[in-house]
């Protein structure tokens, strides 16, 4: 599910979200966060958001500057294996693999709690 703010989709975490999440947890080196972080938006903002089935994405930086996490919706398995079919999207994988490993999981949502 999402929500649209300001005509922006925004990432909503709901369990009757019809979506799939990718949750890809990388391990970087501390002098290399923020340029993964760098790779990662620009990948995100020049074609990711463009493809089909794309909902959103959030980069997270740990503080201990040893980890990036991208937590990125699509809206189906199908439409988020697209990206390996699309040359554009390949096409940052290389650097990305050069400083970080990375190990990208599809999640659905199963149990949400608020306060």
Known sequence: MTTLINNEKQTT????ADLVTLI???I????????????????????????????SANIHKSLDGK???????????EDFRGIFNN????AHMPAIGKIAQSDPTLYEICYIKKS
């Open 24 to 26: 890809n947890v990388f």
């Open 13 to 16: 975490i709901s369990q009757d």
């Open 87 to 90: 040359p554009e999207a390949v």
């Open 28 to 55: 970087v080196e501390p002098e290399n966060q923020q340029l993964l972080v760098d790779l990662l938006i620009k990948a995100t903002e020049e074609v990711m958001c463009k493809l089909p089935g794309f909902i």
């Open 67 to 77: 980890r990036v996490t991208n937590y990125a919706q699509w809206r189906s398995v």
